[in-house]
């Protein structure tokens, strides 16, 4: 079955700090790769997706994620943190022609300390 | 603004019970998916509802069913509750023909909060 695991659970970094995120997935085959956000209280927001070309792609709010086939990974990075990026981050996939599923990864917490 | 209602916000149930969520999609939206976001974990998808038919249905047991309506809303129901379904349900709508595999456009909702004791 088709899995999406994301590398730390819990991240606590300062304001201007650099962020990368890890996520791997597993899955041979052709697929399209999400990262959302959701802030405190609110409901899931996209930040980018990757549907194909460059693998380098950029989201909302500075955000951008790089995709490496090779090792199954789209991990997000942002060059310098706000503490308004304080949120849960989940890393989801989606398996071309399957319907639309998302599979989720269990989801990273940031907190920015101002 | 998400443009997905849920319906209600919190709910609180005890064991055995039976409990019905509600959910109306973004304007122009026609399809809507359910998921359950237990505490600490993402969210897992239960099933998808287009043309008022069940399209695609995650692991999830025969205790979840749902219900798409003409106008696209639709509602989650769970019987006989187990404690272990608490959990924050979330609905997403999107467009067939255009959210269908990629997902480009889903909206989420802010979820229903249930919680059984």
């Known amino acids: 079955a088709q899995s999406v695991s994301q590398h730390n659970h819990h991240v606590i970094l300062s304001e201007a700090a650099s962020l990368e995120l890890g996520c791997n997935y597993s899955y041979g085959g052709t697929v399209n790769l999400f990262w959302y956000v959701q802030y405190p209280g609110q409901h899931l927001q996209l930040l980018l997706k990757?549907?194909?070309?460059?693998?380098l792609v950029k989201g909302i709010k500075g955000f951008e994620a790089e995709f490496i086939k090779s090792k199954f990974s789209f991990n997000l990075r942002k060059p310098s943190v706000q503490w308004s990026d304080t949120a849960e981050y989940f890393c989801a996939v989606t398996v071309y022609n399957q319907g639309g599923k998302l599979i989720f990864g269990q989801g990273t917490e940031l907190s920015v300390k101002p | 603004d998400a443009g997905v209602t849920q319906s209600p916000t919190h709910l609180i149930k005890t064991r055995g019970q039976q409990v019905t969520l509600r959910c109306s999609p973004k304007?122009?939206?026609?399809?809507v998916s359910w998921y359950q976001q237990a505490l600490g974990q993402g969210p897992q998808f239960i099933f998808q509802?287009?043309?008022?038919?069940?399209?695609q249905r995650g692991n999830f047991p025969d205790r979840f069913s749902g219900h798409q309506f003409p106008n696209y809303s639709s509602e989650l129901n769970v019987n006989a509750l187990l404690l272990g379904d608490s959990a924050l349900y979330l609905c997403a709508s999107s467009l067939s023909g255009q959210g269908q595999t990629t997902n480009e456009k889903l909206f989420f909702g802010s979820g229903t909060q249930l919680s059984v004791l």
């Open positions: 509802y287009y043309e008022e038919e069940e399209r």
């Open positions: 990757y549907f194909s070309g460059d693998p």
């Open positions: 304007s122009g939206h026609d399809t």
